[in-house]
């Protein structure tokens, strides 16, 4: 089982940059593969990015490709997300999920995903 934890979530210009962290504790993280979701005020969670339990394969929403970089390090547990040049569309309470590499389960439905952060608050202003 993975505890999640995300972190790096603050107020922001629009243009700025930031980077969200999110941290596990529990073993096998390195046997999850990690998704980046969110959610703004009265809208659906949204798919965000993803990555592959290897760090090698990476996956984005039309909405972020070009602007959002995901990383990982399995050694510390640890799943980033780089956001570029963010705007006020990019404002959402953004959440860090794991599926186990074995799933076969589409990679940017939030029900594919068995672990959840509490999630971290971006707000982007104009």
């Known amino acids: 089982q993975l505890q999640l934890a995300e972190s790096g979530g603050r107020l922001v210009q629009a243009g700025e940059s930031l980077r969200l962290s999110c941290t596990s504790s529990?073993?096998?993280?390195?046997?999850?593969?990690m998704g980046w979701f969110r959610q703004g005020l009265g809208k659906e969670r949204e798919f965000v990015g993803a990555?592959?339990?290897?760090?090698?394969?990476?996956f984005y929403a039309d909405s972020v490709k070009g602007r959002f970089t995901i990383s990982r390090n399995n050694a510390a547990g640890a799943v980033y997300m780089q956001m570029n040049n963010v705007g006020p569309a990019d404002t959402a309470v953004y959440y860090c999920?794991?599926?186990?590499?074995?799933?076969?389960?589409?990679?940017?439905?939030?029900?594919?995903?068995?672990?959840w952060g509490q999630g971290t608050q971006v707000t982007v202003s104009s």
């Open positions: 999920a794991a599926r186990h590499v074995l799933s076969n389960d589409p990679i940017d439905a939030a029900g594919s995903y068995q672990y």
């Open positions: 529990g073993r096998a993280f390195s046997s999850h593969r």
């Open positions: 990555i592959s339990s290897h760090g090698a394969d990476t």
